[in-house]
């Protein structure tokens, strides 16, 4: 999904003060941020801690691949350095229930999954990845929340994403929603319409900006991110349903024993009612889950 700087030097002023007021400030890629004292009131269950593969608890701590800039899901605070958001607090409580802390680094979404099962880099990537056949050939996946797509635009559009074809749209780069654009763009072609000029930025926050901007017609996101963007920024509505729900989840090394206690963990903060209270406090509960499931048919 993020991270660079916007790509166009004529972006509106009304742009760049979105990604201000988003507190998207931009970040060196592989920043760490580490939160030492990262959800401190979340007891720690000391089965599971025993259950934490050695070389990740050795010093302590899970060092995490992150993309900051995807609010409310994760991004920068206003020191610029701190990541935030409920997938941020969600598994800082992960990480306490394990008697662990963490650190954030933020890095190109792209560059995450092969930072955790190539390079080792990262012990976990947990950056809003929706589970999918692609995903689960190389990595183990644990899952923990529900998001769908949805579309946005400017107050007083009539654009929908079945009125798309001849539109330019903005997407991030190498999300799910790239492949539904494209495959819009195909439907188009294929019908003798015109095509979709489909505009992929590195950072949502660059995608929504260019909405604000009117450089696109409309953009697509997951869900939270969509909607949080229409909170958030000036003029813009939320465009047609929620569509193709999937679950997230978090990476880790393909059949790696972490992937359970990981997912063990979600479930006994879904138990102790740290789960409901972190969603609900962000305003994303309608998202929570169940059952969390490591490695699910996706």
């Keep these: 999904m993020r991270s660079h700087t916007i790509r166009s030097r004529a972006v509106a002023t009304g742009a760049v003060a979105l990604v201000a007021a988003l507190g998207l400030t931009a970040c060196g890629d592989d920043e760490p941020a580490t939160k030492p004292d990262a959800a401190p009131s979340t007891a720690v269950d000391q089965a599971l801690a025993d259950a934490v593969p050695a070389d990740i608890k050795a010093d302590g701590k899970i060092v995490i691949g992150v993309d900051s800039t995807y609010p409310p899901n994760e991004f920068l605070d206003e020191d610029g350095k701190t990541v935030t958001g409920w997938d941020v607090a969600l598994f800082d409580a992960v990480a306490a229930k394990l008697g662990l802390k963490t650190e954030w680094v933020t890095s190109k979404f792209a560059d995450i999954i092969p930072g955790v099962?190539?390079?080792g880099k990262y012990e976990v990537g947990v950056s809003s990845f929706t589970i999918n056949p692609e995903r689960l050939a190389e990595s183990s996946m644990v899952s923990y929340f529900n998001a769908g797509t949805q579309w946005f635009a400017k107050e007083?559009?009539?654009?929908?994403?079945?009125?798309a074809c001849g539109k330019k749209i903005a997407v991030q780069a190498a999300t799910v929603q790239v492949e539904d654009i494209e495959a819009r763009n195909k439907a188009c072609k294929d019908a003798g319409q015109p095509e979709i000029t489909i505009d992929q930025y590195q950072g949502q926050d660059q995608a929504t900006a260019a909405v604000v901007s009117g450089k696109n017609d409309a953009g697509l996101a997951d869900s939270p991110i969509a909607a949080y963007a229409v909170a958030k920024a000036p003029g813009l509505q939320l465009v047609g349903d929620i569509y193709d729900a999937?679950?997230?989840g978090y990476v880790v090394k393909k059949d790696s024993p972490f992937a359970q206690v990981l997912g063990d963990a979600v479930k006994a903060l879904i138990a102790?009612?740290?789960y409901t209270k972190v969603l609900t406090e962000w305003g994303?509960?309608?998202?929570?889950?169940?059952d969390p499931q490591v490695d699910p048919a996706s």
């Design 117 to 119: 099962v190539t390079s």
């Design 156 to 163: 007083g559009a009539t654009i929908t994403p079945e009125t």
């Design 246 to 248: 999937a679950p997230y």
């Design 272 to 274: 102790d009612g740290t």
């Design 284 to 290: 994303v509960q309608g998202g929570g889950i169940t």
